[in-house]
Each structure stands twice: as C-alpha cells, then as structure tokens.
C-alpha cells in the first residue's frame, strides 16, 4: 500500500486531497450543535474570513505533517489485516492527538492574532471534535490509499 505522503507528491492528486479535507472540515462544522457547536461555527466563520483561501492554505501547509503522523496508524492496520477507517476508528484518542500535535504547534508560531485567539479559545475541547472526525478522516485516506 502506498504511503500518503507519497501520493501527496502527485500535483494533481493532492489538489484533490486537499478538497476532500475541506469538505471532512466543511461537513464536521456543520455536524456540530448546541452552544460548543454554534462557537465552533463562529469561529469557523472567523477563520475562513481572514482571507479567502485561508482554510485550503492551512490544509495544504499541515497534510504533509498530519500524513506523516498519521501512517504509523495506516501501518498498524495494514499489519492487523484491518481497514484503515476500522483501525482509526479503534484508536480515535491517538488519531486526534497525532494530528493535534501539529496543530498545537503551529498556532503557538502563528502570526495571525485572530487565528491564534481562536484557537486558544477552542483547544480545550479540540480533542473530542478531532475524535469526532476520526471517521472522516480514516474514510478519505483510505480511499487515496486504496486508488
């Protein structure tokens, strides 16, 4: 099975990538209800409007590292005999804080004020939401790994 990382060299390929994580970001926004929910929205809202693009830009400079931290997950599945999703659903908690480490560490270097507030202001409880998106994310690598 070919590794993400490598499949992200393709120009194409990782266009499409990128697509696809903005929709699994798209539909996990839109998933979410109650007050944490409408927060999330509104600082979704914020984000996406610092610039246009902004959102695809971010993907595009943290896929490479989230691949990386990831593929020791998709190894452990291969190696199990089991589906990439099954095996990132199993192991939501490390799924979440593999991708959260990167995460972490970019908004302490960011420089957009606003983006860094956000953030700050929704990471106690980024560790559930990125749970929660476990499954996307294990279904659209398995379908790149799979192609």
């Not at 908690?93 to 270097?109: F, H, Q, V």
Request: net charge positive.
């Amino acid at each position: 099975m070919p590794k993400l990382v490598e499949i992200l060299q393709d120009p194409t390929k990782r266009k499409a990538v990128i697509a696809d994580c903005q929709t699994v970001i798209d539909e996990e926004v839109a998933d979410k209800g109650g007050l944490s929910g409408i927060a999330i929205k509104t600082a979704y809202k914020v984000v996406k409007g610092v610039k246009p693009g902004f959102i695809t830009e971010a993907v595009d400079n943290l896929i490479d590292d989230f691949s990386k931290n990831l593929q020791p997950l998709v190894d452990e599945a291969e190696a199990q005999g089991k589906s990439v999703p099954e095996h990132f659903n199993a192991n939501r908690s490390r799924a979440a804080d593999a991708m959260l480490s990167i995460t972490d560490e970019r908004a302490r270097k960011s420089k957009h004020g606003v983006v860094k507030g956000t953030y700050e202001k929704l990471r106690p409880t980024a560790k559930k939401h990125t749970e929660d998106a476990v499954p996307r994310v294990g279904k659209l690598f398995d379908k790149y790994l799979k192609a």
